[in-house]
């Protein structure tokens, strides 16, 4: 099967904006393409690079322009659902005045699916999270040289979310080595490509269960969950249909959308001891969801913040 690689032309400040209506017009995983992030990498003095292992791909990116790239059918149902996303980018410029959305404009390509699936791994390499966490692709773990006490979590993400990269995904797992106590049960909700739950039986729990509505999701989460030697109870399908009983950590790394929409199923899931985990909330609807948490019966306890993107833990009140 083909596909199109279509890449949406905006600004640093339209990131988020973009991503947010492509989500809504169904599209359920972007990329994204930022020469002023990788300015950022470039500059970053807490690190000393080797750049002779910088990829020649990657020093491109310098120069490159900002773009949110995404994925379509190479058929008539992608065409059609292509239609109706540029349809609606004069809306969408309406809808924020005040935001610089740049061209919005496409630039389209065609790729195999095997091409797809696997192109991204060129600029995935090992990263380090808080203190002693080491995410490292599967192909790569020869390469990684461990410090005293790192835990080293192997990662095929595939099409699934949840590559370490995000610092949604970050911010929950700082959390989990800050706060996750030897011998805790936890529950991953949304588990994507199983990072969290990985990682928090890496870090020391007595068990772990993820739960996805997307079955690829759970395949990969089942296949990296052997990749590093756990057992992770990876389910299919809806938290309330799947899931009974409490856990000590609770984690749901999701859009802000879902929080809302799963504010109240989440606390039968609580005791009184348990800490939830909550992520993927842009910084302007904080406080949305966390009113919706609050009103749950949740209080909050601490919270985190990086280029936009919160993360946050509650407790039953």
């Not at 058929?75 to 740049?102: H, K, T, W, Y």
């Not at 805790?184 to 199983?194: A, E, I, K, N, R």
């Not at 009103?295 to 280029?307: D, N, Q, Y």
């Amino acid at each position: 099967m083909n596909w199109y690689q279509m890449r949406c032309h905006t600004t640093t400040e339209g990131i988020e904006i973009v991503s947010g209506y492509l989500l809504s017009q169904g599209i359920t995983g972007v990329m994204i393409e930022d020469a002023n992030d990788f300015t950022e990498f470039l500059e970053d003095t807490s690190v000393s690079w080797d750049w002779d292992y910088i990829d020649d791909d990657l020093m491109k990116m310098k120069e490159c322009q900002t773009s949110v790239i995404f994925y379509l059918p190479a058929d008539m149902s992608g065409m059609e659902q292509l239609n109706a996303i540029q349809n609606g980018f004069p809306a969408l410029r309406a809808q924020n005045p005040a935001v610089d959305l740049g061209e919005l404009s496409l630039e389209s390509a065609t790729l195999e699916e095997e091409d797809w699936e696997t192109s991204w791994k060129k600029y995935y390499h090992p990263v380090r999270v808080g203190k002693h966490i080491v995410i490292c692709p599967c192909w790569e773990k020869d390469e990684v040289t461990l410090g005293e006490g790192d835990v080293q979590v192997l990662l095929d993400p595939g099409m699934a979310f949840g590559s370490g990269t995000h610092e949604t995904t970050r911010l929950c797992m700082e959390f989990l080595e800050e706060t996750l106590t030897p011998g805790d049960t936890l529950l991953d909700v949304g588990c994507g490509s199983g990072i969290l739950a990985i990682t928090g039986m890496l870090l020391g729990a007595s068990s772990a269960v993820g739960v996805d509505i997307d079955e690829l999701a759970v395949k990969i989460a089942g296949e990296n969950a052997a990749f590093n030697g756990v057992q992770v109870d990876v389910r299919c399908g809806d938290l309330t249909e799947k899931i009974t009983g409490t856990y000590d950590v609770v984690c749901a790394n999701i859009v802000a959308d879902v929080l809302l929409r799963l504010a109240e199923s989440i606390v039968p899931f609580l005791h009184e001891r348990s800490r939830l985990v909550v992520s993927g909330i842009i910084a302007d609807r904080k406080d949305e969801v966390f009113g919706a948490l609050q009103r749950a019966g949740l209080r909050f306890v601490a919270e985190k913040e990086e280029k936009d993107w919160v993360s946050a833990i509650w407790m039953l009140q």
